[in-house]
């Protein structure tokens, strides 16, 4: 335990929009933390947002770093408390974010990514591939508060999925959502469609989901309703849809102003929109009508205490990600992975990095 030594390839940031593979020493596990030989990562979509540096001193807090954080591998390592803990060198695993502290209220009660000692590092905090390293690299070191063993049956770079599939999963829960109802989804980028594939898992009634080319193509063949909200008026079809009354569960999965405001309109009274965007600036919001309707708004973050039931849906193939894993390329290719997801080109979904 404890004994790694040697160097890795890792993808650096060495200030906003400036990367490069370099050689960096391969990190040695400590307390309850693991090294993983990292199968797959994917690129997620808050990572070209760290890359290009728009949240600047907090994701990250300082260069160089090394983003990434939708990942699987094969521990080779163990720090001594991980060890006590049951997790051993061969095991296969899949990961999130976030590291709760443990101690502080949320924590304790479940809610971890909204931990009141965020950023602590010296209590044990950390959020990988945010401001702790991330695996952009041939080795990743996370505590084992993250991972995820896998069913030996799963594929290691399908369960690198898992880490978007749950907080797709947890803001479809988040909306209080039951059997047989109908759901709009606002964005057909991944978020958009993992959430309808859960919601079609969970026994939803009809999917509408508001995107556009070859996006919402997919989603319709994926079995939702199809608004093209550049060609159509996203409000007009809902209320179409539904004899003007409105969808009951919304998810936000959009992230524009335009799209939250749309959602608390297009919900229903009493309905729930569940909110996963993250706009670049807070938009208008039709208070008087969500007052009077009682329309919830709900923010998520992140993914507590899913990824274990994602596992399951995907272990026992009620949700299908294969038609969303659409590239993949070397870690030394990483400069054209990231051109291909960000202009969308060649039907990019989800685009798969290969460190090793």
Excluded at 141 to 159: F, G, H, N, Q, T
Excluded at 245 to 260: F, N, S, W, Y
Excluded at 322 to 347: N, V
């Amino acid at each position: 335990m404890g004994t790694s030594s040697g160097m890795m390839d890792a993808l650096v940031l060495t200030a906003p929009r400036e990367f490069k593979i370099m050689s960096v020493p391969i990190p040695v596990p400590e307390g309850d933390e693991v090294l993983v030989k990292v199968d797959t990562t994917f690129i997620c979509g808050t990572d070209p947002h760290i890359i290009n540096g728009d949240f600047p001193g907090f994701w990250p807090r300082e260069f160089p770093f090394t983003p990434g954080h939708e990942w699987s591998g094969t521990i080779v390592d163990t720090g001594p408390k991980a060890a006590a803990l049951g997790w051993s060198v061969g095991d296969r695993v899949c990961a999130t974010s976030h590291v709760g502290c443990g101690y502080c209220r949320n924590c304790v009660t479940g809610r971890y990514t909204i931990c009141l000692n965020y950023g602590n590092e010296k209590i044990g905090h950390r959020q990988h591939g945010h401001y702790t390293p991330g695996a952009y690299a041939q080795y990743m070191r996370s505590s084992v508060k993250s991972i995820y063993k896998i069913p030996e049956a799963m594929d290691l770079e399908y369960s690198a999925c898992v880490d978007p599939l749950s907080i797709a999963l947890y803001t479809v829960n988040r909306s209080r959502f039951e059997p047989g109802d109908d759901v709009l989804i606002m964005g057909t980028g991944p978020q958009g469609l993992m959430a309808q594939l859960c919601a079609q898992a969970m026994g939803a009634g009809r999917v509408i989901i508001a995107g556009s080319g070859e996006r919402l193509e997919l989603a319709q063949k994926l079995g939702a309703v199809g608004i093209d909200y550049r060609t159509t008026d996203v409000l007009e079809a809902i209320k179409d849809l539904t004899g003007g009354l409105g969808v009951p569960r919304v998810l936000e999965c959009a992230g524009t102003a335009k799209a939250i405001n749309q959602a608390c309109l297009a919900a229903g009274r009493g309905g729930v929109v569940s909110m996963i965007g993250i706009p670049h600036e807070d938009p208008t919001l039709p208070i008087k009508r969500m007052v009077l309707d009682e329309i919830e708004l709900v923010g998520n973050r992140a993914n507590p205490n899913t990824a274990e039931p994602a596992i399951a849906m995907l272990s026992e193939g009620r949700v299908d990600l294969k038609p969303l894993m659409s590239h993949k390329f070397a870690l030394s290719d990483f400069g054209k992975a990231l051109e291909i997801y960000e202009g969308r080109k060649d039907g990019a979904m989800k685009v798969a990095i290969k460190p090793n």
